[in-house]
């Protein structure tokens, strides 16, 4: 046999070797799917998404980088990640941990499913009854193993339905505009798209052979129950001839006077200039002229379709691109919004910080916990009640391509951070069966401390969308139904005649020993007062020869001891609300924003101060009255 180098120059023969080499990349080790590698081999995820549907979270598409034969043999530099081409999921209704996350895999033939894409949007939805069916995916740039020709020529959009098991089918509904880092948002039975930008791995037709692409400007909304789609030519919180680019986007419902209102709520990204011949950096990157910042909260009214802003207060995020973003209600009436990671402008650093967003008193909340590693283009859900799960991202500092051979420092790329105590799990487990969510004790005490007063409107349209319902975080502590003691009382009657026969029937039953029971205690009763009565008649006549004649004294009882101080004090005494202590990882000052951030926000003089990590708001005793009314999306 024959060595190559022997027959041909050393650069055919590198070639021929590398191109050896790339074919057996990725390799299944031991067995394993290469869509879910276990964690010694795992290196990196991103650009997928996930959406918990039912009792499973769901990820589609992405990439994912794990180590090739040999001793922590790095994956090749021209491909270092593979595209996920099956749906994973996990049952979330029991409990693992990260290094043993119990993905499934569900692979489907060419043809019975979308090629696989990045950064593209997911919309979960429900049944006319409110169950949750699956989710459709819009959008999305094909990862490096696909071809933009296998994109569909009819443009359907792809619609997963589940099958309560953790699988379920593809089907193509409808007609779609392909994109890829857009913002997106669902709820309601719609879905949102917000920006974007069409390059040559987005759609066949687009014409585009070089530079950064084609920035879409406008949003978009797709009805699912009558599949019909709707275009926004403008977006209220971009300036003419801009586009967003790398933005996220939340859905907030239950708002308005009857609780059926919707607003599609923005966060962060980059403002581009709508120009197609810009060109980028060695990976196409280029720099957005402006960065939407966290100082003013601009949403979408999904009822009235108008957009609206409001200045918020605290400890705010710096700009940044590429976070994740996702949110949960409380029985108290607060909606809390959190945001983790992200890159800046440049895609140069990536973050490891999270922040929570507290409505309706819009106030950031800075948490001082961290994930022990910096993530950007990754995602997150809210999973078990108060848990977030982190899913995947890169360190941009790392630089391409050792994004994707840097191993991440949480296992499987997965994180999980409990939202009501404000803390990371360090052993990274997911309990399945940890309590109802609660805000945070500090976000409590802002509320208690008659924070939500204060708040400067920047409308009252506003005001009344997100005041409809009141905060309330007192019913937190009563007692549940199955708590409290039942009522002796009778109700108001069964339609059931035997059952009400039978309560009779027992009821005559019990009642010769409950009245025998009666009469019992009350002779006793009768003989001890009796007895007692004697006993001081025949003492007061002992007693009588030394008293005075004219009058017998009047006989006092002692005055009772005084209870313990702070024993008891009547309801209506109170002066003030309890306080809770404020939590530690939270309340630092805010930090700097960065000079090229675009702020939308109202005229310095008019906002209110922000809140500081070592002055918190003084307590006010809250109004017994009810509160006013009303509230009015990824890259």
Request: with cysteine; glycine share 12%.
């Amino acid at each position: 046999m024959m060595f190559p180098s022997m027959l041909l120059p050393l650069r055919q023969t590198l070639t021929i070797l590398s191109f050896i080499a790339s074919l057996q990349w990725p390799l299944h080790v031991k067995g394993q799917n290469a869509d879910t590698p276990s964690d010694s081999n795992f290196i990196r995820r991103g650009y997928e998404r996930a959406a918990v549907i039912g009792s499973h979270l769901y990820l589609s598409g992405g990439e994912i980088s794990q180590y090739g034969t040999g001793e922590n043999a790095l994956p090749p530099d021209d491909h270092p990640a593979t595209g996920i081409s099956s749906v994973l999921s996990i049952d979330l209704s029991s409990s693992w941990d990260t290094r043993n996350a119990p993905f499934q895999s569900h692979t489907f033939p060419d043809g019975d499913r979308p090629p696989v894409f990045n950064n593209h949007a997911l919309w979960p939805w429900r049944s006319s009854d409110g169950k949750d069916q699956g989710f459709y995916i819009y959008g999305g740039q094909v990862s490096w193993k696909e071809t933009v020709k296998d994109v569909r020529k009819d443009r359907g959009i792809w619609k997963f339905t589940v099958d309560g098991q953790g699988g379920g089918a593809w089907t193509v509904e409808q007609a779609s505009n392909p994109e890829v880092f857009m913002a997106y948002a669902a709820g309601g039975e719609r879905g949102w798209s917000i920006g974007g930008i069409m390059t040559p791995g987005t759609d066949p037709d687009a014409n585009i052979t070089s530079g950064p692409g084609l920035r879409i400007p406008g949003m978009v909304e797709y009805d699912f129950s009558t599949e019909t789609w709707t275009n926004y030519t403008e977006v209220g919180f971009l300036p003419k001839g801009r586009a967003l680019e790398n933005g996220r986007a939340h859905f907030v419902d239950g708002l308005g006077e009857d609780g059926k209102n919707g607003v599609v709520m923005m966060f962060g990204g980059g403002i581009f200039i709508l120009d197609a011949t810009r060109t980028g950096d060695s990976r196409g990157i280029t720099r957005p002229d402006l960065l939407l910042d966290f100082n003013n909260m601009t949403f979408f009214d999904a009822q009235t379709k108008k957009w609206h802003s409001q200045t918020t207060t605290g400890t705010p995020p710096t700009s940044r691109m590429g976070h994740c973003v996702a949110g949960v209600r409380s029985q108290a009436g607060t909606h809390e919004i959190f945001v983790y990671g992200g890159a800046d402008a440049g895609f140069t650093e990536s973050y490891d910080d999270l922040y929570v967003l507290s409505l309706p008193g819009f106030v950031w909340f800075r948490v001082d916990d961290r994930s022990n590693g910096v993530h950007s283009h990754g995602t997150c859900a809210v999973v078990g009640n108060r848990q977030l799960l982190v899913i995947g991202g890169q360190n941009e500092k790392d630089g391409w391509p050792a994004i994707w051979q840097s191993k991440d420092p949480l296992p499987l790329g997965l994180g999980i951070f409990d939202m009501t105590t404000m803390a990371w799990k360090s052993n990274g487990s997911y309990d399945a069966e940890t309590a109802e969510y609660r805000p945070a004790e500090v976000i409590e005490k802002w509320y208690n401390d008659g924070g939500l007063d204060k708040v400067q409107w920047n409308s009252d349209d506003v005001k009344k969308m997100f005041l409809a319902t009141p905060v309330n975080f007192t019913k937190l502590d009563e007692p549940s139904s199955s708590d409290k003691p039942s009522s002796g009382g009778g109700g108001s009657g069964s339609s059931d005649g035997n059952t009400d026969k039978s309560k009779d029937e027992s009821n005559k039953s019990k009642t010769g020993p409950i009245v025998g029971g009666i009469v019992g205690g009350c002779v006793v009763v009768l003989g001890v007062i009796g007895g007692w009565l004697f006993w001081r008649r025949r003492h007061k006549k002992k007693n009588s020869a030394g008293a005075l004649s004219t009058a017998e004294l009047p006989v006092q009882e002692p005055s009772p001891p005084p209870p313990p101080q702070g024993f008891y004090e009547p309801y209506g005494q109170l002066k003030e609300l309890p306080v809770h202590s404020a939590a530690t990882e939270v309340y630092t000052p805010p930090t700097e924003l960065s000079s090229h951030a675009y702020r939308f926000e109202l005229d310095p003089d008019a906002r209110p101060n922000e809140l500081h990590g070592d002055a918190g708001p003084r307590a006010h005793e809250l109004p017994w009255e009810g509160r006013p009314q009303d509230l009015s999306a990824c890259r």
